[in-house]
């Protein structure tokens, strides 16, 4: 049976995202010894990327349209719910404070501080991209299945319709084109290893365009 496109669409932007985060930790580690001259302009392309999709469609479509339909119909999941909204408003915070903190970096190259800052943005980097992998896994082992057993097929309609709109640019074949240039350049930085299957099938397409 075909999962339904609220499912497909949460899972394709979940590997789209993560296969983000996961070039994000490449990066900096690859360019531990030296200076991130040349990685600021794709960090900051990474990070703008997160902050305007994941965080503000991909979340608020959880928050406001999943998560309710599952509380209205179990009562099992309520805690994790709970938690997982949290980690929504938490995130949103963080990616803005690691955009600024990037800034910062680019900025203030030959501060005293110069050092100090990169380890505290680095640790930072690290502990979003740990929290936000940890987040998807949970939606996926814990939140989707319990979907699927308990939400009604009046339900499916209504969030199908509203997850079909408004899909991540990474993922969504036909993106908006304002920002095509600018997914097209992540999508062709990331590493071939770290291409999950919904990302590798965009780079694809992107590539033949
Ligand atoms: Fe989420
Ligand atoms: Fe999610």
Not at 49 to 56: K, L, S
Not at 79 to 99: G, I, Y
Request: charged residues 30%; proline residues 5%; glycine residues 2%.
């Amino acid at each position: 049976m075909n999962p339904h496109p609220t499912l497909r669409v949460i899972r394709d932007e979940h590997g789209a995202l993560a296969a983000v985060l996961r070039s994000i930790g490449l990066l900096l580690s690859q360019s531990r010894r030296r200076e991130l001259d040349s990685e600021f302009a794709m960090l900051r392309a990474m990070l703008f990327y997160i902050d305007e999709f994941p965080e503000q469609v991909h979340h608020t479509k959880e928050t406001q349209l999943l998560f309710p339909a599952l509380r209205a119909r179990s009562a099992e999941a309520a805690e994790v719910l709970d938690r997982l909204d949290r980690d929504h408003e938490r995130s949103e915070h963080a990616v803005r404070e690691l955009e600024h903190e990037l800034l910062g970096l680019e900025m203030m190259k030959d501060a005293a501080d110069h050092a100090d800052r990169r380890a505290r943005f680095e640790s930072h980097m690290q502990d979003y991209i740990a929290a936000y992998l940890e987040h998807i896994r949970v939606e996926e082992v814990e939140v989707l299945p319990l979907a699927e057993r308990v939400l009604t097929h009046a339900d499916w309609a209504t969030l199908d319709a509203a997850f079909m709109k408004n899909r991540d640019p990474l993922t969504h074949r036909d993106a908006d084109d304002a920002y095509r240039p600018l997914f097209k350049s992540i999508l062709m930085s990331l590493p071939a290893p770290l291409g999950l299957g919904p990302a590798i099938d965009a780079i694809h397409d992107a590539r033949s365009r």
